[in-house]
Structure formats: structure tokens, C-alpha cells
């Protein structure tokens, strides 16, 4: 049993980066059945270290207010506000161009590989999250997009999960060992 | 347990009313008001394992695991019952209150899909531009 805890002050063991294919199912889910998005985004910053970047959230707020979904731009703005203060904020513009790139093909300039790359790069403000997870429960880029991020390969030590297989993992960890 | 599940901030804000009530010359009301708010304050900052198991979205097997491996943040009592502190709630609770719910079966995983791409294949057309 543990003290109760604010979201950041101790690494949770496990460290993911929602792609904006995920963060607009939660957004579109119903609350009942939710789908699998919604619920891995529920506990980010609770059950596991989330991290995102304005990267991630411009382009998921530039698909919400899209004629189809007709988002009223504040609300997304509200929800985001809450899920940034939930997860850990890095700045993909900050890092050398390049590096995202060298993973090649059509994927090279998404959002979420630079994250992704920028939290390896952010050095020692997230290197305890890191660490806990490097020896812990691992570093997760969940994502919908399982043509470009197949389920299993890894990219930078980034393990490509679905949102369904992520949530699994999640509700996996404190079960006792039989 | 419903009182328990208001945050700081409209903690705050209610406190903030009680204040204009007093300004108004409405005292019992203030006074009612602020009894509430000394209740709630004072209520313990955990909530059950079910409950937390509908705000997670989860089972309340999984929510006992959780605080048995210390993968959140809780206790168990003696008489076996399990507690979640509310501070490890919050995001969730506030990240609930937002999301809108969207109607079982109303876009399919292509139309989100397509949705996306329009947006990503804009901005590389703006990027193309602007080189």
C-alpha cells in the first residue's frame, strides 16, 4: 500500500505516448460501451506516465474541429488543458531535425514519433520515468494506426501497442503471481 | 460520497459565493453554505474501491490490485475494504467530466481514419508551401 500521491511524484513504472489516432477515439467514444482509447486515456498520469507534446494535441484539435466532428474549438481546448496537466509535456521543436525522420517512409513527420524521440532526448528531467519504466513495465507508443506502427515492432525502445492491448497491459500490473 | 467528489477548484469556487452571499446581507444562507464546504473539507479525501472502479472505468478487482501492487495510490482497512485517495482520481475525474460521449456505432474506424489523414495531408501540403 502506498501514501496517497499527487501525478508526478513518482515514476508509475510505465510510460506512454497516446497518438492522436487514440486521443480522437476517446474523444468520439460512448461512455458506455467506451472504447478501448477512451479508457487508456482515463487513467493517464494515474495508473501510468503519459507524455505528450502540443504537436500531438494541435493535430488532434485540427481534426476535431473538421467539419465531420464540428468540435466546438474550446471544448477540445478544455479537454486538452486537463489531459496536459495529467501527463508529462516535452517540445519536439526543441530537438535537432532529423533524427524522427530517420525512421523513414510516409511515418518519418508524425506527431508522435517526435514525441516520442523527444522524450529519449529530454535527458535528466524525464530520466527517472525512464528508468523506472526501462526496469519496470516498459515504454508504450499506443497507437489505431497499426498499418504504420505494427503492433510488437518498437522504435527507439518504444514498443508499438493498440489502445485495447495497452489497456490490457494496464490492468495486468498488480495482479498476483500464481 | 457524491460530496467527496468535488474538486479544489469549485471547493473554491463555492467559497467564493458564500463570500458574496455574506456581501449581499444573505448570512444564513452564507452560513448553511459554509457548513457544506466544512463538511466536505473535512470528509476523508478516499473513496471505495467501486466507486473508483466506475470513475476508472475498470472492475473493482482490477482497482484492489492496483493498490495491493501499489500501482495506485490506496489502503486496505480492517475489516478488508479497499480506499483510493481522491488526489489520484482527479485527472480522471476531471478528464469524465468533459468528454462528451458519443453516440455506439456512429463513425467507423475508416471515417476517423480518413478524418486524420485529410488533416496530416493539409499540413504537409502547407509544409511543401512554406519550403
Redesign the interface.
Known amino acids: 500500500m502506498t501514501q496517497f500521491e499527487g501525478p508526478f511524484t513518482h515514476p508509475k513504472g510505465i510510460v506512454a505516448v497516446l497518438d492522436t489516432s487514440v486521443l480522437v477515439r476517446a474523444w468520439l467514444s460512448p461512455v458506455q460501451p467506451a472504447n478501448p482509447s477512451r479508457r487508456v486515456m482515463l487513467l493517464a498520469g494515474g495508473i501510468y506516465d503519459s507524455v505528450t507534446s502540443a504537436q500531438i494535441l494541435d493535430e488532434v484539435r485540427d481534426v476535431l474541429v473538421r467539419p465531420r466532428f464540428a468540435v466546438p474549438p474550446i471544448r477540445v481546448s478544455k479537454w486538452m488543458d486537463i489531459f496536459l496537466r495529467a501527463s508529462r509535456q516535452v517540445f519536439p521543436q526543441l530537438i535537432p531535425s532529423g533524427e524522427a525522420g530517420a525512421v523513414g517512409g510516409d511515418i518519418g513527420d508524425l506527431a508522435v514519433l517526435h514525441t516520442a524521440y523527444a522524450v529519449n532526448a529530454s535527458g535528466e528531467e524525464l530520466e527517472p520515468v525512464l528508468a523506472a519504466a526501462r526496469g519496470d513495465g516498459g515504454w508504450f507508443l499506443v497507437s489505431e494506426n497499426t498499418r504504420d506502427f505494427v503492433p510488437g515492432h518498437n522504435v527507439y525502445g518504444w514498443q508499438f501497442v493498440t489502445a485495447h492491448e495497452f489497456h490490457r497491459i494496464l490492468v495486468r500490473r498488480g495482479v498476483p503471481p500464481r | 460520497m457524491g460530496s467527496a467528489l468535488l474538486s479544489q477548484k469549485q471547493i473554491r469556487r463555492l467559497s467564493s459565493l458564500a463570500r458574496r452571499l455574506d456581501a449581499h446581507g444573505l448570512k444564513e444562507e452564507s452560513r448553511t453554505l459554509r457548513e457544506v464546504l466544512a463538511e466536505i473539507e473535512n470528509s476523508p ?2 473513496l471505495s474501491a467501486s466507486a473508483a472502479a466506475r ?4 472492475t473493482p478487482q ?1 482497482v484492489r ?12 482497512d480492517r475489516t478488508g475494504h479497499f480506499h483510493v ?5 482527479t ?2 475525474l ?3 467530466r ?7 456505432g ?2 467507423t ?1 475508416d ?3 480518413a ?2 489523414e ?3 495531408t ?3 501540403a502547407r ?1 511543401a508551401r512554406g519550403r
Open positions: 479525501r478516499e470513475i476508472l472505468e475498470v482490477t490490485n492496483w493498490v495491493r501492487g501499489a500501482v495506485l495510490p490506496g489502503r486496505k485517495g481522491l488526489d489520484s482520481l485527472a480522471a476531471e478528464l469524465r468533459v468528454l462528451p460521449g458519443g453516440r455506439p456512429a463513425l474506424e471515417e476517423i481514419d478524418e486524420i485529410g488533416v496530416r493539409e499540413r504537409r509544409a
